[in-house]
């Protein structure tokens, strides 16, 4: 009987505890890697961007609710107005506030079945000069000429992908507010819990 498959390996009940171990431990400092070389990149762009005044987040499917998120931490601690939309949206509102000094970070993971449709979004947001920092998957290198930062991710299956794509976010956050001089654990008017009477 299988418990987990791993490329290369088997792993049965009653035996393997070291090689699932091994496992454990590889994609451990795997993960360690990922996130250590993401800070430095997401650092380099927190110190571009720290002086924007707005920000537009965008994503499709299962990357809008992360869009959404990546909004409301940047306006959480780094008080920079933020605002978290469906990329399918764009044409209804958002496109017209979009110009050069309107950064807009899109999550366009190449494993979404509308990907396609995500690039065509870049597109609009680059003819009006505006500045898009991409967040995608690894080897997906079709956006690098269009989008002035590209943040790559680990491929997954599309519906882990959120779980990934948000750490550049929340990462970006947290540097912007540092640069910025911000109170990174007690922002302003937040409460930490909600009491009810």
């Known amino acids: 009987m299988t418990l987990l498959t791993y490329p290369g390996n088997d792993f ?9 171990g091994m496992m454990i431990f590889d994609q451990f400092l795997t993960f360690n890697l990922f996130i250590f070389f993401l800070s430095f990149f997401v650092c380099v762009c927190g110190r571009i961007f720290k002086y924007a005044q707005n ?10 609710p992360v869009a959404l998120e990546g909004a409301l931490k940047l306006k959480e601690i780094s008080y920079i107005h933020a605002e978290g939309y469906p990329a399918a949206e764009m044409k209804h509102g958002p496109l017209a506030l979009i110009d050069q ?17 995500t690039k065509a979004n870049i597109e609009e947001v680059i003819a009006r000069q505006g500045s898009v920092i991409a967040i995608t998957e690894e ?23 959120p779980i990934l794509t948000v750490i550049p976010l929340q990462l970006m956050s947290y540097y912007i507010a540092d640069l910025r001089g911000c109170s990174i654990d007690q922002p302003r008017n937040l409460a930490k819990s909600v009491t009810v009477e």
């Open 12 to 20: 049965y009940v009653g035996g393997g505890l070291l090689d699932f």
């Open 55 to 64: 920000f537009m987040f965008m994503g499709r499917g299962y990357q809008f």
């Open 101 to 117: 000094f309107m950064p807009v970070i899109m999550i366009a993971p190449k494993s979404d079945p509308t990907y396609e449709k």
């Open 139 to 161: 080897g997906n290198h079709e956006l690098d000429h269009q989008c002035e930062h590209v943040i790559r991710v680990p491929v997954v299956p599309e519906p882990f992908a």
